[in-house]
């Protein structure tokens, strides 16, 4: 069936560093892309977004990359710092699901190395 | 409120017993969802209200599992005759439109523990 996957389940990084977070996902009719972080005990919280019109969405310290051609997304946050710490998902969802249900990757796990 | 609140924080249930999972989503959030989270998984799609009507039930598991509206505001999932394998965080969010691209606020989830 349709999916959300991320190619690594973990991810470990000196801090100061920049991170990278990938996410293939299989729905080319996807036109909404989302990136959550989970920290334990918490519910997902909003990162960052991006409309399939666009291919590079910046906000503060993170980038979300989009590549139609081969559906793969990307989260970079630059100069990692303790606090990203956290379980990081891609979601999707397109119009014929009236952008509303999401569709969640398994997630990777990030850790910050002092 | 400020945020989605969902109660108990945490329930403990023995298998066979029926539960009631409440959700009060932001004041005024049109758009109201439940997802359930296995341990080491994303969270998967269950239900969606829009106000008080049930849109999408589509990711409801079984007959066990009923999620309701009645006001257009506080949401509650019931799961009737609980397994093991309901076992899960229940995460609900709430958006403030609907039919297009808007922000989910979730909640901090009930963890639901069958013995």
């Known amino acids: 069936g349709e999916s959300v996957g991320l190619h690594l389940p973990t991810l470990s990084v000196q801090e100061g560093d920049n991170s990278i977070i990938n996410c293939a996902y299989s729905n080319s009719a996807s036109d909404y892309f989302i990136w959550y972080k989970q920290e334990s005990g918490k519910g997902p919280q909003f990162i960052i977004d991006?409309?399939?019109?666009?291919d590079k969405r910046q906000g503060q310290r993170v980038t979300v990359l989009l590549n139609k051609t081969v559906k793969h997304l990307s989260l970079q946050i630059a100069a990692t710092q303790p606090g990203d710490s956290a379980v990081y998902f891609c979601a999707e969802t397109h119009k014929a699901q009236g952008a509303q249900k999401l569709v969640f990757g398994q997630g990777t796990r990030l850790t910050i190395n002092p | 409120g400020a945020g989605v609140s969902q109660s108990p924080r945490y329930k403990v249930a023995k298998r066979g017993q029926d539960v009631a999972l409440r959700c009060d989503p932001i004041?005024?959030?049109?758009?109201l969802f439940w997802y359930q989270q296995a341990l080491g998984q994303g969270p998967e799609f269950l239900t969606y209200?829009?106000?008080?009507?049930?849109?999408?039930k589509s990711g409801l598991p079984s007959d066990r599992f009923f999620a309701e509206r009645p006001e257009g505001s506080v949401s509650t999932l019931k799961i009737q005759r609980t397994q093991q394998e309901d076992s899960a965080v229940y995460l609900c969010?709430?958006?403030?439109?609907?039919?297009?691209?808007?922000?989910?606020?979730f909640g901090s989830g009930t963890r639901l523990t069958v013995v």
């Open positions: 969010a709430s958006s403030l439109g609907s039919g297009g691209y808007y922000g989910y606020t």
């Open positions: 004041s005024g959030h049109v758009s």
């Open positions: 991006i409309r399939s019109n666009m």
């Open positions: 209200f829009q106000n008080e009507a049930q849109l999408d």
